[in-house]
């Protein structure tokens, strides 16, 4: 098989089409703080999961390795938003361990179980996380985008 130089200089397999790829995710439209977005939880998210959807075919970004990653950050928001537990305090204790997802997505990147995307995409959300109310909404961000992934993932 044969494999032509596209216009970058990197080759890519014939019968291969350029619109196959996914393009490279933009994050700059994923905020978090006291005023958010109104389609921050729908079309923000479902242009994040299609993205990604995209990107992953393959081994990559199955929807259950992608779930264990929501299923972290739940638990997480679970532990901060406790009954009868100050927020704010209960946050500052457990935010080390919440922005440890960041390298947890990054070992999965290195061994191949997601995408560039979704390792950018996930570290984009812990990084804007500051606080119990920028928690909330990240969960409910990466919630919004689990629903719409199981929608588009490729079967």
């Not at 923000?44 to 929807?63: F, L, M, P, V, Y």
Request: with cysteine.
């Amino acid at each position: 098989m044969t494999y032509p130089q596209n216009s970058q200089g990197s080759r890519r397999q014939q019968g291969s089409s350029d619109r196959d790829q996914a393009p490279p995710i933009k994050l700059d439209d994923i905020k978090f703080g006291k005023e958010i977005d109104a389609n921050l939880f729908a079309d923000i998210a479902q242009a994040k999961a299609k993205t990604i959807a995209k990107e992953g075919r393959g081994r990559k970004n199955r929807s259950t390795q992608l779930r264990k990653f929501y299923d972290e950050l739940v638990m997480w928001h679970d532990k901060v938003f406790e009954h009868g537990v100050d927020r704010e305090a209960k946050y500052k204790e457990l935010a080390p361990f919440i922005k440890m997802l960041c390298a947890k997505v990054a070992y999965a990147k290195g061994r191949d179980h997601v995408s560039d995307g979704f390792e950018k995409l996930f570290t984009h959300v812990i990084r804007a996380i500051n606080d119990s109310d920028t928690l909330k909404q990240a969960k409910l961000f990466i919630e919004a985008f689990m629903g719409f992934y199981k929608a588009v993932e490729e079967k």
